[in-house]
Nanobody, 115 residues
Framework: QVQLVESGGGLVQTGGSLRLSCVAPGTIFGASTMAWYRQAPGRPRDWVATISRAGIPQPLNSLKDRFTISRDNAKNTLYLEMKNVKLEDTATYYC?????????WGQGIQVTVTP
């Protein structure tokens, strides 16, 4: 019943930038803590950043100078802005919403960084 729709992935050269979006139903958006994860081939799914219900961002320390998590409550949209991308940023990126004890995941979107 609950579907998260991701967009904004694709090919990007090293040093470039892009923005991922994740749209959620309004029925869960306002009550949810939100996060981004990523998974590279052969690696576990790693946490990237979280933003609280109050809008306070908390990124992974190693990414906080390049990645920014934000949310627009009026548009029911979660964002991940990626700047100065590196080859190791290549992965499938997933958004996650947590509402109470319920978790909802996006379908995953591919980001491929080229030389």
């Amino acid at each position: 019943q609950v579907q998260l729709v991701e967009s904004g992935g694709g090919l990007v050269q090293t040093g470039g930038s892009l923005r991922l979006s994740c749209v959620a139903p309004g029925t869960i958006f306002g009550a949810s803590t939100m996060a981004w994860y990523r998974q590279a081939p052969g690696r576990p799914r790693d946490w990237v950043a979280t933003i609280s219900r109050a809008g306070i961002p908390q990124p992974l320390n190693s990414l906080k100078d390049r990645f920014t998590i934000s949310r627009d409550n009026a548009k029911n949209t979660l964002y991940l802005e990626m700047k100065n991308v590196k080859l190791e940023d290549t992965a499938t990126y997933y958004c996650k919403f947590v509402s109470g004890n319920d978790e909802y995941w996006g379908q995953g979107i591919q980001v491929t960084v080229t030389p």
